[in-house]
């Protein structure tokens, strides 16, 4: 296949021969170009058996900045692998799937949220790490599910902040911190699609079960929840609480480390609101395949690339928060 093809479809598709082993194939690839597979919990179960590195977006964050591998592959979507980028611009990133996008990234352009800025002069930008780099450059400090609510309550409690985009995980923390803050009208497809109706369903259904949910849920979803947090939060509550039963409210991709680090426990995925599927899956997730990871590594492509201005501009905020995320550790 040419290379234009390549560059038209997102990814390279080029057929793998029967046959061969590309779990094997893959940390063979990896050994010889010194590179390190990332992946973000939501990916399929083959992928994060396969990652050197499996964790959320603070941690893959945190991961990306330390590794001394010349390559990294980013499991995960478009703007994770962009932030690696900014943590390492020297290093080749790549992505098994250009199209790996994400629907909160996108609601928020760079563009519009300039405008809005210029509206509002006197207010601190917040945004969530689910955004573009060009997003990144206009914010004052970068968030993850995980450390949002420590990142907003550092800031005075006049401040005046503008939370991009999560309209849900702003209004979470807006409840939980007691702030106002200015809230851009942006949503997780994903995390947007819980049903209420089925998790009371679940909770008649197993009324011995702990209902477990993200942040970026509504509202009325998180009202039902017996514990809210991030990804990796929820994963550290069901391993230490012993409750045998949960109810997940977040993207279906979580239950395959749950259910490796607590096999004695049952965790039933929260369906959506529409659809025959009983569990909630990111689509763009599901675009990164072993063969696309197979190929993406023997071909060194595709690459991510952000201009160095870009990069210094981007970083300011996601050394911020990395900073935050440092000291609340300590």
């Not at 998180?222 to 045998?244: C, E, H, P, R, W």
């Not at 749950?258 to 369906?271: L, S």
């Amino acid at each position: 296949m040419l290379k234009e093809e390549w560059l038209e479809k997102g990814f390279i598709d080029e057929p793998v021969l029967p046959g061969v082993d590309l779990k094997n194939e893959i940390r063979r690839l990896c050994e010889q170009k010194n590179a390190v597979v990332l992946a973000h919990y939501y990916t399929r179960s083959e992928i994060q058996d396969v990652a050197h590195f499996v964790g959320d977006s603070l941690a893959l964050a945190q991961q990306a900045a330390k590794t001394s591998a010349d390559v990294i592959v980013m499991c995960g979507v478009h703007f994770m692998a962009e932030t690696n980028k900014i943590l390492c611009p020297g290093k080749k990133v790549l992505l098994p799937d250009l199209n790996a996008g994400c629907s909160l990234a996108d609601s928020c352009p760079a563009d519009e949220l300039a405008k809005y800025k210029q509206e509002h002069p006197d207010y601190k930008v917040v945004a969530y790490v689910n955004t573009s780099a060009a997003v990144k450059t206009l914010t004052d400090v970068v968030v993850t599910s995980s450390n949002a609510r420590e990142v907003i309550e550092s800031f005075p409690k006049d401040e005046k902040i503008i939370f991009a985009p999560d309209r849900n995980l702003g209004n979470y923390l807006n409840a939980v911190t007691g702030r106002s803050m200015m809230l851009w009208n942006g949503c997780c497809h994903v995390h947007e699609e819980f049903s209420v109706e089925k998790i009371v369903e679940l909770k008649n259904r197993y009324p011995d079960a702990k209902v477990l949910a993200h942040p970026e849920c509504k509202s009325g979803v998180l009202a039902l929840a017996d514990y809210v947090g991030s990804t990796a939060a929820i994963l550290k509550f069901a391993q230490n609480d012993d409750t045998a039963r949960f109810i997940v409210a977040t993207e279906s991709g979580i239950l395959h480390e749950m259910q490796k680090r607590c096999p004695q426990k049952e965790f039933i995925p929260v369906p959506p609101l529409t659809g025959a599927c009983a569990c909630n899956e990111c689509a763009y997730m599901r675009l990164n395949t072993l063969e696309k990871l197979y190929n993406c590594l023997r071909y060194e492509w595709p690459c991510v690339e952000l201009d160095e201005d870009t990069c210094l501009k981007a970083r300011r905020s996601i050394d911020r928060m990395l900073e935050i995320s440092e000291n609340m550790q300590k």
